[in-house]
């Protein structure tokens, strides 16, 4: 049972689970933009970002760490850091799929733009998790 404990504890755990809740919602959105509204690849990514973004700011702020913080200084860098894991992520992920894909069957620029997009949100997780975690909701 202890173990159990401590896995609620765990910030990383509580960062992925929120981070399901979060992908659902954000790759709905996304797709829906893409797919539906005909919006193009990094508009339909943004708008994921952007719905997703303003639910992983309070969910991970009172859940995930637990942050007391009030300041508008805790929002901007959560903005800051966003920004930053969405130009990393995104601007490594197109270039390496379509690299790597070079070597396989050619496929149509709207799947290796979709391949993207999914590369670019794992990207996305792990750049997210360590710099709300270290940069933005720091313990005090």
Excluded: H
């Excluded at 765990?10 to 709905?28: C, P, R, V």
């Excluded at 901007?76 to 396989?104: D, E, H, R």
């Amino acid at each position: 049972m202890q173990w159990l404990r401590r896995l609620y504890k765990d910030s990383l755990i509580k960062f992925i689970f929120i981070g399901m809740l979060n992908t659902l919602i954000g790759t709905s959105v996304m797709f829906l933009c893409y797919r539906l509204l005909g919006l193009g690849c990094w508009l339909s990514s943004a708008m994921n970002y952007i719905v997703g973004s303003i639910f992983s700011y309070f969910a991970n702020k009172y859940f995930t760490f637990q942050s007391k913080g009030k300041s508008p200084t805790e929002i901007i860098k959560f903005l800051l850091n966003i920004f930053i894991c969405y130009i990393i992520a995104y601007g490594c992920a197109k270039p390496a799929v379509k690299i790597v894909m070079s070597y396989f069957k050619p496929l149509g620029n709207n799947a290796l733009n979709e391949i993207a997009m999914i590369i670019g949100m794992i990207l996305f997780v792990f750049l997210n998790y360590f710099g709300q975690k270290f940069f933005v909701f720091i313990k005090k």
